[in-house]
Nanobody
Framework: QVQLVESGGGLVQPGGSLRLSCAAS????????MSWYRQAPGKERELVAS???????NYADPVKGRFTISRDNAKNTVYLQMNSLKPEDTAVYFC?????????WGQGTQVTVSS
């Protein structure tokens, strides 16, 4: 069984920064893609960014140039550095990891961008 623990969410003013972390533990042989999703109230969950095991990153258009995804394979951890935050970035952020035969999701961490 795999557990994901997220941290780093909170309240920040527009233009500010936050760094999310997601650490995986448990029965892990190899992690393939690692991703961050978000879900705002009343909206569908959407992909924010993903990173392959070879550290190739992809971003959703709304966050390009502002967010950076990275991973530490030795720690089974994925990060999301969020800069120049906007009110429309307010959402619950979830991490997801793809294993050989399963997918695991984090519990979510709230990010609120407001003055």
């Amino acid at each position: 069984q795999v557990q994901l623990v997220e941290s780093g969410g909170g309240l920040v003013q527009p233009g500010g920064s936050l760094r999310l972390s997601c650490a995986a533990s448990g029965s892990i042989f190899r992690i393939y893609d690692m991703s961050w999703y978000r879900q705002a109230p009343g909206k569908e969950r959407e992909l924010v960014a993903s990173i392959t095991s070879g550290s190739t990153a992809n971003y959703a258009d709304p966050v390009k140039g502002r967010f950076t995804i990275s991973r530490d394979n030795a720690k089974n951890t994925v990060y999301l550095q969020m800069n120049s935050l906007k009110p429309e970035d307010t959402a619950v952020y979830f991490c997801k990891i793809d294993l050989m035969t399963a997918t695991a999701w984090g519990q979510g961490t709230q990010v609120t961008v407001s003055s």
